[in-house]
């Protein structure tokens, strides 16, 4: 039988999108949500560097501020993320512990399914690649990263299917050694999307649907559409003004 979970679609600032996903996670870790999946659009296009990531050396703070493109810090680690509002979806699965297994591994393998499972769905091969990518063909078409509170999980990343990748290798800076690690030697080589792979212009539509569906097989899930609700706006709002603070953003 499978288990309820909630799903919620939707867009909004790269701000507020991070605040949604905190307070989240706090009320799952407080037992105070039910499961839920949201699968949203940043809007207008903007980057996430990982928590632990020194700003600097993340992205190109000079090419983000001549393009106006907005910026901020996660509460996830791994690396630094171009979100493009008309070619890529950012899912987050928030749970907990028992739900989603303990071990970290193995909930990066059991909710990473349901990317792969989204993209055979499409049409194309892809594989997960521990701790955190999901490949197609060699090429990263999906990154993940994670946080914990207690026993609450959040899982956050991202589906590329149209991604301007000439605009995420100007905005990201990937460190030369990590490029020569994967035998790559720019972004570009590194990173894929499904339009590119499937010789086609994929819509947002094909790709939700196909994720709803992934992610139903990969947790096991029945879902209902649903809203945020007012307790968990509040706390969003809340923690927006973290967000968009330059002492969140560049506190490394």
Not at 83 to 110: C, F, K, M, N, Q
């Amino acid at each position: 039988m499978k288990r309820r979970w909630r799903l919620i679609i939707g867009e909004g600032t790269v701000y507020w999108n991070m605040a949604v996903d905190e307070a989240l996670l706090e009320l799952a870790s407080r037992g105070k949500i039910v499961d839920t999946l949201r699968l949203y659009v940043i809007k207008p296009s903007g980057v996430t560097v990982g928590y632990f990531q020194k700003i600097s050396e993340a992205v190109n703070l000079e090419y983000l501020s001549e393009h106006n493109i907005p910026f901020t810090r996660r509460i996830t680690g791994g690396g630094s993320v171009y979100h493009d509002a008309g070619g890529e979806i950012t899912y987050a699965v928030i749970s907990r512990v028992g739900v989603l297994p303990a071990d970290v591994e193995e909930s990066y393998r059991v909710i990473c399914s349901g990317l792969v499972e989204a993209l055979h769905l499409l049409g194309l091969e892809a594989r997960f690649e521990p701790i955190n990518d999901v490949t197609v063909g060699g090429k990263k078409i999906s990154g993940s990263a994670q946080a914990r509170r207690r026993s609450g999980v959040l899982q956050h990343g991202t589906l590329m299917y149209n991604t301007d990748l000439s605009m995420l290798a100007n905005v990201l800076r990937a460190p030369k050694e990590k490029l020569k690690a994967k035998g790559v030697k720019s972004i570009e080589e590194r990173v894929t999307t499904i339009s590119r792979e499937l010789k086609r212009r994929v819509n947002s539509k094909e790709v939700l649907d196909a994720l709803i569906a992934g992610f139903s097989k990969a947790l096991g899930a029945e879902f209902y559409k649903a809203e945020l609700s007012d307790i968990e706006r509040e706390m969003a709002a809340k923690l927006e003004e973290k967000y968009r603070s330059r002492e969140w953003i560049f506190k490394r």
